[in-house]
């Protein structure tokens, strides 16, 4: 296979990060996800200051930051803030609560498109966030954008939290991602938008399983064209 960078955006709850993870197993690529990069940045500021807002000085502690994170053959990931392993602390409720704040922040959003790049290197890739094919990647091979009904996607959060053994308010989810949602399409930077480019494909009525296929076979098709 020809080296490829495959671009994956859509709001919360879409299917993009197990999409991408099964997809990059099947075909033998990297995975990255770059949402768990703003995660952790919020994570490393918040346990600097406590709380932050717009008055958070960013661009002065994300100089010097060190950030990585692993794909592994079992598709799991691992990211690290300072050598310190925030795979599961980055998935907090706080986390999501002040992410906006450093999402919408310029200096850290060209920190991790420079970082995210860097990453890609010679690699053939599939990466999913909100900008991958607006920003990161505008030139990227394919550009895929999921998407699903509010419902859909608050339901999957919803037997998600529950599958781990979280009690959780279903209309609670869906306003929480309402106001991800709105707070995504209208930064000034970074914003999530449906690229004219990129392949527009609604999951709502498709299992996770009949996606992995289509976006499998998108990239076929274009790997062979
Ligand atoms: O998994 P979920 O859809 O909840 O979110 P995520 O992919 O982990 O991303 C968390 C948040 O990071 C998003 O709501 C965005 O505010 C931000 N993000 C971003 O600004 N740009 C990206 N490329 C990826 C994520
Ligand atoms: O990364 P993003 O926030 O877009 O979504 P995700 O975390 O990959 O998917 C959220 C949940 O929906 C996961 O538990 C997936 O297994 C599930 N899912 C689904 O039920 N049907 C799909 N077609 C895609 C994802």
Redesign the pocket.
């Known amino acids: 296979m020809k080296k490829i960078t495959v671009a994956v955006d859509?709001?919360?709850?879409?299917?993009?990060?197990?999409?991408s993870r099964q997809v990059a197993a099947r075909l033998g690529i990297t995975y990255i996800d770059s949402?768990a990069i703003y995660r952790a940045i919020t994570w490393f500021f918040l346990e600097k200051y406590g709380d932050i807002d717009s008055e958070t000085p960013f661009d002065k502690g994300i100089k010097g930051l060190d950030i990585r994170q692993e794909y592994y053959s079992d598709r799991t990931t691992k990211t690290f803030v300072n050598g310190l392993d925030v795979s599961k602390l980055i998935r907090s409720e706080e986390v999501v609560k002040s992410i906006q704040w450093v999402s919408s922040d310029k200096a850290v959003r060209d920190f991790v498109t420079t970082l995210l790049r860097e990453w890609a290197g010679e690699k053939s890739i599939i990466m999913?966030g909100r900008d991958i094919g607006s920003v990161v990647f505008p030139n990227a091979d394919l550009k895929i954008y999921?998407d699903?009904s509010v419902e859909t996607?608050a339901k999957?959060?919803y037997?998600?939290y529950v599958?781990t053994g979280k009690n959780v308010d279903l209309k609670a989810i869906k306003k929480q991602i309402i106001q991800r949602d709105s707070q995504d399409t209208a930064r000034e930077f970074g914003a999530l938008k449906r690229c004219e480019d990129a392949v527009f494909v609604d999951?709502s009525d498709?299992?996770?399983d009949?996606?992995v296929n289509k976006l499998t076979e998108l990239i076929e098709n274009q790997d062979s064209a």
Do not use: I
Not at 10 to 19: D, I, N
């Open positions: 859509g709001p919360a709850g879409s299917g993009k990060s197990s999409v949402g999913d999921l699903a996607r999957r959060r037997d998600e599958g999951t498709m299992t996770q009949q996606v």
